[in-house]
């Protein structure tokens, strides 16, 4: 191999993190051994320290890997980083895929939000395509601090605050973060001894983005007043995570028993919860029966309301909450034709 080629993993410990990756998708999906794999490369730092080093672990393990590439549209130099991420791929002889989001943000909708469903949709569809179960994604330490603080400045609970999962398993895909506890310092320092090249976003340095100002106008600030805030970030989103799984048991627990039927819920046991544990246990039987995101506001009007109601109703995504003798119903809103035809 030339000098640009996969080499010595001692450095970011990417053997050990891939290798435990490998091993917990097995234990998520329940299934043997991938024999494949695949990283999401965007052709930046991280995601090049990712594949560069997930090469090389992965030939000890005989397994082959697959670089995913998704081009957004938004950026004049998209075309230049594809180009960049096959170029090296074809240097280590890895395979290579690409696809390219359709359609634009709507009016309202988050650019971030936007491209970040859009790339998961992307990468799946891709990995599906060749038969790969695991992805690998470059999330660091200072990652998961950034998106701690900003689930915080969001007003996010515990599963909010849980930030992003070392491991998670999606439509049939493990989605796996080796590096997720690695310091950036690491990945910079392997990306230096390897001389690996990489592309720089410029949007990552625009302040009309949120990660964008956390990155530029507070970390420094507060990295030089509190030395441990990442790794105490981090650390707190552990801890929320595991807090938001038991939540997630108990509420799961609550919701079955209070449950009348398919779509409705008692509410003559639920009264007599604690006020936390009425709205943790609507939380999780909402999120059965919508079929959306359940709006926070939703819950915690439910929450003040249901406890002296007799009857009444409230909308909620894709149709209405209806209160009818101790039961509380969702009503799915008629389709459009039906609608139209009413009229």
Do not use: K
């Amino acid at each position: 191999m030339n000098a640009g080629a996969p080499g010595s993993l001692a450095p970011c410990g990417a053997a050990a993190g891939v290798t435990a990756a490998r091993a917990d998708a097995v234990a998520c999906a329940g299934t043997a051994a991938p024999r494949r794999v695949a990283v999401a490369a965007s052709g930046g730092r991280d995601s090049t320290a990712l594949l560069h080093c997930t090469a090389r672990a992965a030939a000890v393990l005989g397994i082959e890997v697959h670089a995913l590439h998704v081009h957004h549209g938004l950026m004049p130099q998209a075309d230049a980083w594809q180009m960049h991420v096959e170029r090296q791929c074809r240097r280590w002889r890895l395979p290579f895929a690409a696809a390219r989001l359709d359609g634009a943000p709507s009016r309202g909708d988050s650019v971030e939000a936007w491209a970040r469903r859009g790339r998961y949709r992307a990468l799946a569809a891709m990995a599906r395509a060749r038969g790969i179960g695991l992805v690998l994604l470059a999330h660091h330490r200072r990652d998961q601090a950034e998106t701690f603080l900003l689930q915080a400045l969001r007003g996010g609970g515990a599963a909010g605050l849980a930030a992003m999962p070392r491991l998670a398993l999606r439509e049939g895909i493990t989605w796996a973060r080796p590096w997720l506890e690695m310091p950036r310092a690491a990945i910079d320092a392997y990306l230096q001894r390897h001389r690996l090249a990489c592309v720089d976003d410029s949007s990552n340095q625009e302040l009309r983005y949120a990660r964008s100002r956390l990155r530029r106008l507070v970390w420094p600030p507060l990295l030089e007043a509190f030395p441990d805030a990442e790794t105490t970030f981090a650390r707190a989103a552990q801890r929320a995570a595991a807090e938001a799984e038991v939540l997630a048991e108990i509420g799961a627990a609550d919701a079955a028993a209070l449950r009348a039927d398919v779509r409705a819920l008692s509410l003559s046991a639920w009264r007599e919860f604690s006020a936390a544990r009425r709205a943790n246990a609507l939380r999780i039987w909402l999120a059965g029966v919508l079929d959306a995101p359940v709006p926070e506001t939703l819950v915690r009007r439910l929450a003040a309301e249901l406890p002296a109601a007799a009857h009444g109703q409230w909308p909620a995504p894709g149709g209405r909450l209806r209160l009818r003798r101790g039961r509380l119903q969702f009503e799915p809103a008629p389709p459009r034709a039906d609608r139209a035809a009413a009229t």
